[in-house]
């Protein structure tokens, strides 16, 4: 393996292999995606966070939403959802556009340095943030459309076609660290699904630095196969 891909992998570990609510989730978006695409700025993509968040015009929730959406114009990639660039941090902010929970990603970052809290609300199909202080106020990363609790169970019931029974549980907040693993998750799909067995293996080996996810390494073999 490249010594600047091991690197990179060890960087990711580092931020990683602590409690879920410690992990940085904007460094650990940004190591994630300089692994697989091998060419991060950090320090402009940092500094992007920082200048959307200089320009939120009031310390609420939705004057936090109205900026990146209305103002900004951060969106949905609708037209090429399952590109794996909608997961890199840095691309995303470029473009400002990607998957929900990279969206997602970019507004708890953005609060944070606002002062404007936001939860990861890790509903499946379907990622969402969420106001601590209002359990009603929700947003859709996608649409950046307000919601609340009903909007957002409806919202599931659409997408999975009635076929998932709900359950409250579902609009739980999440750490940062388990937000990292759902991200990996869709990385390790969307390659499988472009049968391209490298990346899918530098993924599993992000995984294996997860220290829930430890005991994947035991297909580390069979993981590790392109590599041989």
């Known amino acids: 393996m490249d010594e600047r891909v091991r690197a990179r992998l060890d960087r990711f570990g580092e931020l990683v292999d602590r ?48 900026h990146l959406y209305d103002d900004v114009g951060f969106t949905g990639d609708a037209r090429d959802y399952d590109d794996p660039a909608n997961s890199f941090l840095d691309v995303v902010l470029r473009r ?9 990603t970019v507004m708890i970052e953005v609060g944070r340095r606002a002062g404007v809290g936001v939860l990861g609300i890790g509903m499946p199909m379907h990622f969402l943030v969420g106001d601590p202080r209002d359990p009603e106020a929700l947003v859709d990363p996608f ?10 169970r409806a919202r599931f019931t659409a997408l999975s076609g009635g076929r998932l029974a709900w359950d409250e549980h579902h609009l739980d907040p999440v750490p940062a660290g388990s937000v990292v693993v759902r991200m990996l998750s869709n990385l390790q799909a ?13 993924v599993a080996m992000m ?8 005991a994947e390494v035991a297909a580390a073999p069979r993981v590790l196969a392109p590599f041989n």
């Not at 400002?96 to 997602?104: C, D, E, F, K, V």
């Open 19 to 66: 409690d879920p609510s410690l992990v940085p989730l904007d460094q650990a978006a940004l190591a994630m995606a300089g692994v697989l695409s091998g060419a991060t700025d950090d320090g402009r993509a940092l500094a992007a966070l920082d200048e959307l968040a200089a320009g939120v015009p009031g310390r609420s929730f939705d004057a936090l939403r109205r």
């Open 96 to 104: 400002r556009r990607g998957l929900p929970i990279l969206l997602a």
């Open 143 to 152: 649409t950046g459309s307000a919601l609340d609790r009903a909007g957002a």
């Open 190 to 202: 969307s390659y499988a699904r472009r049968n391209d067995p490298g990346r899918r293996a530098m």
């Open 207 to 214: 995984r294996w630095r997860v220290p829930e996810l430890a």
